[in-house]
């Protein structure tokens, strides 16, 4: 079946410009996380939506990033006025399952992820 | 807040031998589960391995296995008769038992000599 997409696989953006990035989960995946990976590091948590619900957004680093997924299926990353700190590969992923509702829980939620984006800022 | 750290940026291993890479982390909580996940050029995040912290016992893939010291926090992956397709940047993460963030170490570049 197919996997986690994001487009555009490459985004080149001048410095100001507005950008959208987006993610297509795996059909049914209730879960959406979008992570940042700056060049050399691992990737980092930005935010979590489970169905069109946006339930921790505390890795977004600015006012400048919003994500949105109306519908509960395809998510959008935008980014304001670009800067060049904000070059980075961003990635996207999926899962059946939500969050834990409550209290600790053995369950085991794959994350599925993309192929990412890579958005350099000039 | 829980930290995972990498310590080796890079390492190289002859093919068909076996290479460690390693892997310390900090974390307050008991439950939780740590991966080692793939990354090649294409990006795609790829799980190699998982171990559930509530487990003694540790976790094997075919070639990878894992060698979980709960007491010491630390977390490698061996891999052995290593190949050509095993290089890539290799991160070390931890996900809470009581949310699905996941929290990745900044990585192992392996390179795997002919």
């Known amino acids: 079946g197919a996997g986690v997409s994001q487009s555009p696989r490459y985004k080149v953006a001048k410095r100001g410009q507005d950008v959208a990035l987006r993610c297509d989960p795996i059909?049914?995946?209730?879960?959406l996380f979008w992570y940042q990976q700056a060049l050399g590091q691992g990737p980092e948590f930005l935010t979590y939506?489970?169905?069109?619900?946006?339930?921790?957004k505390s890795g977004l680093p600015s006012d400048r990033f919003f994500a949105e997924r109306p519908e509960g299926s395809v998510s959008t990353l935008k980014i304001q006025r670009t800067q060049q700190e904000d070059s980075a590969v961003y990635l996207c992923?999926?899962?059946?399952?939500?969050?834990?509702?409550?209290?600790?829980?053995?369950?085991?939620?794959?994350?599925?992820f993309g192929p990412g984006t890579r958005l350099t800022v000039l | 807040a829980q930290t995972v750290t990498q310590s080796q940026p890079e390492m190289s291993v002859q093919e068909a031998e076996t290479v460690t890479l390693s892997c310390t982390y900090d974390?307050?909580?008991?439950?939780?589960?740590l991966f080692w996940y793939k990354q090649p050029p294409s990006r795609q995040m790829i799980l190699v391995i998982r171990?559930?912290?509530?487990?003694?016992q540790n976790a094997t893939e075919n070639r990878f296995s894992v060698n979980f010291q709960k007491a010491a926090k630390s977390f490698s992956l061996k891999i052995s008769d290593s190949q050509l397709g095993d290089a890539a940047m290799y991160f070390c993460?931890?996900?809470?038992?009581?949310?699905?963030?996941?929290?990745f170490g900044k990585g192992t570049r392996l390179h795997i000599l002919p």
């Open positions: 939506f489970q169905n069109e619900a946006q339930l921790d």
């Open positions: 992923a999926s899962s059946r399952q939500a969050y834990p509702s409550g209290g600790i829980t053995n369950s085991y939620n794959e994350q599925f």
């Open positions: 059909s049914g995946h209730v879960s």
């Open positions: 993460a931890y996900r809470s038992n009581r949310d699905d963030k996941i929290i």
């Open positions: 974390t307050s909580e008991s439950d939780y589960y």
């Open positions: 171990q559930e912290a509530y487990k003694q």
